[in-house]
C-alpha cells in the first residue's frame, strides 16, 4: 500500500515538470555548533539580492531554528503539514529579500525520523506547491540520522560546514564516509567556518582530506574560508544574518563570495536538476546499479 502511494505521488511530481531548473543544495555538517544555519541563510540571502527566488528548507525536523534566527513567527510548521492539518503553501514564511522559509518543528522527537507514508507526504507537499523556485537550500540537523543522509544524497551540491576542532573533523569525516561508502555521494564541498585566517582554513581542509584521501573514494573542494568575526555573534542576538546586518563585515564578504561561487555551479539538463526529483530521491534507498554522482 506503502509502495503504491509513493508510486502515485511520485508521478504526480513528474507531470508538475517546469522548465526551468531546480539548484538543490544541502548544508550539512556533521555535528551542531559549526555555523550551518548561519551558513544557509548568508547564502539564501546574497541570492535573493541577485534577483534569485530562493527556498530554505528547515530540515532539522527535530530541533529547527531557522525561523527564530529571522526573529519570524511560524504558527505552523512542517508537523503540520505531514500531520494533514495544512498544506506546505500554508506554512511558508517570507523572509529577508523575499527569501522563502519553510519551518521546521522544535521539540517534537518524532519529527526526527519519519516513516516511509511521512515521507510520501513530504512529496505529496511538495507536488502541490506553486512557488517557482531557483535555489532550494536545505539546512540539515546535526549527525548522520536517515533524513540527514536522505536530504545530503538528494541533492545536487552537498556542503559540509567545519570549523576547527577535533570533533568537528571527525564528525565531518564520519557523515562523507557513510555518504560515500553507502549513498555513492562522491563529491563534497567544504566550508571552513570561523577560521582566523585563510591559511588556519586551508590546514582545515588539509586535516579532513588527509584522511578522507586515505580512506575513502570522496573527491573534496574548499569552496569558503569563513572568518571568524564577532558581527556574527551581533547579527543573531539582533535575529538578523551577518550578510543583511552588517555586509561589510569579514564574514559576510567570505559567505557573499560563497553565494556568487554557488550560483555558478552547474544545474543539471537531466530530471535530476528538477525540484521533484530532489523529493523523489528522499523516498529511495540506493542500489547497486545506481549510477554514483559526478558520473
Avoid at 588556519?200 to 573542494?221: C, H, Q, S, Y
Wanted: positive net charge; proline residues 4%; glycine residues 8%.
Amino acid at each position: 500500500m506503502i509502495e503504491n502511494m509513493m508510486h502515485d505521488q511520485a508521478s504526480g511530481l513528474r507531470r508538475m515538470t517546469k522548465l526551468s531548473s531546480t539548484k538543490v543544495i544541502t548544508v550539512t555538517g556533521g555535528k551542531g555548533g559549526v555555523g550551518k544555519t548561519n551558513v544557509t541563510l548568508s547564502m539564501a540571502i546574497s541570492m535573493a539580492r541577485q534577483g534569485k527566488k530562493v527556498m530554505v528548507l528547515d530540515a532539522d525536523l527535530g530541533l529547527a531554528n531557522v525561523d527564530v534566527m529571522l526573529g519570524l513567527r511560524s504558527g505552523r510548521n512542517l508537523s503540520h503539514v505531514l500531520a494533514g492539518q495544512c498544506d506546505l503553501q500554508d506554512v511558508i514564511l517570507e523572509g529577508p529579500y523575499g527569501v522563502k522559509i519553510i519551518p521546521g518543528s522544535s521539540g517534537t522527537q518524532k519529527m526526527a525520523e519519519l516513516s516511509p507514508a511521512q515521507h510520501a507526504g513530504l512529496i505529496r507537499a511538495f507536488g502541490n506547491l506553486q512557488d517557482d523556485i531557483d535555489v532550494l537550500l536545505v539546512d540539515t540537523a546535526a549527525g548522520i540520522s536517515d533524513m540527514v543522509l536522505s536530504f545530503a544524497r538528494a541533492a545536487q551540491d552537498v556542503l559540509v560546514v567545519v570549523c576547527d576542532e577535533p570533533t568537528s573533523i571527525t564528525d565531518a569525516y564520519a557523515l562523507i564516509k557513510v555518504l560515500s561508502r553507502e549513498y555513492d555521494v562522491q563529491r563534497f564541498k567544504i566550508v571552513a567556518n570561523m577560521v582566523r585566517s585563510y591559511r588556519e582554513g586551508r590546514d582545515l581542509f588539509t586535516k579532513l582530506t588527509r584522511v578522507t584521501e586515505r580512506f575513502l573514494d570522496a573527491n573534496l573542494e574548499l569552496v569558503a574560508c569563513v572568518p571568524l568575526d564577532d558581527r556574527v555573534r551581533q547579527a543573531v542576538k539582533r535575529q538578523k544574518i551577518v550578510v543583511d546586518a552588517f555586509p561589510r563585515s569579514p564574514a559576510a564578504l567570505a559567505l557573499t563570495a560563497l553565494s556568487n561561487k554557488a550560483l555558478t555551479w552547474p544545474v543539471p539538463h537531466n530530471p535530476g536538476g528538477h525540484l521533484e526529483f530532489f523529493v523523489e530521491r528522499l523516498l529511495v534507498k540506493p542500489t547497486s546499479s545506481e549510477v554514483p554522482r559526478g558520473e
